[in-house]
């Protein structure tokens, strides 16, 4: 893990441009949003997810995420099926505060493409150098 500005950048992730991870488990992949996105949206006090059984399109909105100051749609990392929605998250959206990459997750999907779609958001290292870009 590294700090970029104050904000948590895990190893072993993927990163989107809209501030969400994509962690992949075996032949899923977890999917939740940045400590940048967190404190971004300061306290956030409602999470709209999809239901299990539904699919994502990358790129595409799949739900939303409301705080004190705003509301933001979650956009898709990846194309799939979802497989698990944290329902934690939706009865404590406070865990997207308190622990984005631990407790605070939204989806588990089981992805349709996912050798392309990485292809197309960034990896640690290059996660690091854009979240440099941020402050600037």
């Keep these: 893990m590294v700090k970029v500005d104050g904000y948590e950048v895990p ?3 993927y990163y989107t441009k809209e501030f969400e ?9 977890r999917v939740g949003i940045t400590d ?11 999470a709209e997810l999809p239901s299990s059984g539904g699919t994502t399109k990358q790129n595409e909105p799949y739900g939303t995420v409301e ?16 497989e698990e929605v944290n329902a ?10 308190e622990d984005p990459y631990g ?30 870009s941020l402050g600037k």
């Design 11 to 13: 190893e072993g992730l």
């Design 21 to 29: 991870w994509v962690k992949i488990e075996a032949d899923k992949v």
């Design 36 to 46: 940048y996105a967190q404190k971004q949206l300061r306290e956030i006090v409602y």
């Design 67 to 82: 705080s004190v100051k705003a509301v933001s749609d979650l956009v898709a990392p990846i194309s799939g099926t979802i």
């Design 88 to 97: 934690e998250v939706q009865s404590k959206p406070e865990l997207l505060n």
């Design 103 to 132: 407790k605070g997750w939204l989806l588990i999907l089981k992805p349709s493409n996912l050798k392309t779609e990485l292809a197309n958001i960034m990896d640690f290292n290059s996660s690091v150098e854009w979240h440099k």
